[in-house]
Nanobody
Framework: QVQLVQSGGGLVQAGGSLRLSCAAS????????MGWFRQAPGKQREFVAA??????YYADSVKGRFTIYRDNDGNTVYLQMNSLKPEDTADYYC???????????????????WGQGTQVTVSP
């Protein structure tokens, strides 16, 4: 399994922007589909975005505001979050799965490796 280490996050006012990073170990990063999930207090973990090869997928709630992209040479996936809303407040997790197996699923059960999580708080 790939090891994932997250960075970024923090406190921002509504309308602001943040970028999350997720660095992966190993030399086969480009062979992984990468995803971002989030979990708000008292709620289940939910899909945010994913990227496999050049294809990207987004939850309806973040379309047009969030962008997922990756740097295969740097073994890093990013989540650029713009126009943040208080309802975006959550712990954010990056995740990885074999790209051959991934078909755009939003299920967290399809991802086998997880980062440690990072907190994002959006104030009104």
């Amino acid at each position: 399994q790939v090891q994932l280490v997250q960075s970024g996050g923090g406190l921002v006012q509504a309308g602001g922007s943040l970028r999350l990073s997720c660095a992966a170990s190993g030399r086969t990063f480009r062979n992984y589909a990468m995803g971002w999930f989030r979990q708000a207090p008292g709620k289940q973990r939910e899909f945010v975005a994913a990227i496999v090869w050049s294809n990207t997928y987004y939850a309806d709630s973040v379309k047009g505001r969030f962008t997922i992209y990756r740097d295969n040479d740097g073994n890093t996936v990013y989540l650029q979050m713009n126009s943040l809303k208080p309802e975006d407040t959550a712990d954010y997790y990056c995740a990885a799965t074999n790209s051959i197996l991934y078909r755009g699923s939003q299920s967290l059960n399809d991802f086998g490796s997880w980062g440690q999580g990072t907190q994002v708080t959006v104030s009104p």
